[in-house]
């Protein structure tokens, strides 16, 4: 069933861009409503700032509405798309020397993008100890620092598989490399994060 409701997507996606290539703007639109919120968060992700993510996430789109004419469907749409998305938040990191992304230790919905003031709360309605909450926050940000320090490809397979549940085949099309690479980059910066975070990592948090 998961399948399929991906493939029902993917054929609507791909109807979408014949009447943009077509030239609907309205359609272009509908594309956009249907992927904002994820590209936003995994924008996010490398960002750690809500309006940065905002700006990196119209690029993105904006690269894709000027590249859409030029689509023939060699790859998915979803592939084409965040592999522009990937792109442009490699060039965000480039600027920003690291950047000053935050992740969650607790990840809710990978769908909802959350604004700076809301990130360590993982769950609002639990009212959590503000020591408890403190802890919290520190730690996540000793492990935001961790990923950062990672270099960028490997900081992106990172973030893609643990963060936002990428498929190692996923992330392969989407960076464009072979599969043995994805697969080496994920594995050197699980072992760098580990080196790094020592026994928390060994609990089993950035396997």
């Not at 643990?162 to 190692?168: F, K």
Request: proline share 3%; charged share 30%; aromatic share 10%.
């Amino acid at each position: 069933m998961v399948a399929e409701g991906k493939g029902k997507r993917m054929d609507r996606d791909r109807e979408l861009i014949e009447l943009i290539q077509g030239g609907s703007k309205d359609a272009f639109a509908e594309l956009v409503e249907r992927h904002k919120k994820r590209v936003l968060s995994i924008a996010y992700s490398f960002t750690g700032d809500y309006e940065d993510a905002k700006n990196v996430s119209q690029e993105a789109f904006l690269k894709a509405y000027q590249s859409i004419p030029k689509f023939r469907g060699g790859s998915s749409f979803y592939t084409w798309f965040y592999r522009i998305l990937i792109n442009t938040c490699k060039d965000y990191i480039r600027k920003e020397s690291g950047g000053r992304a935050i992740f969650f230790i607790n990840k809710g919905n990978e769908d909802e993008a959350r604004p700076p003031e809301d990130i360590f709360l993982a769950d609002p309605s639990s009212n959590p100890d503000p020591q408890d909450e403190l802890l919290n926050k520190e730690l996540n940000e000793k492990i935001t620092r961790a990923i950062n320090s990672l270099p960028a490809n490997q900081r992106i397979a990172f973030v893609l598989k643990h963060i936002h549940g990428m498929s190692i085949e996923e992330i392969s099309n989407i960076t464009r490399c072979a599969l043995g690479t994805a697969k080496s980059r994920l594995y050197h910066a699980v072992m760098k994060l580990q080196d790094k975070l020592g026994d928390y990592c060994k609990k089993g948090e950035c396997k």
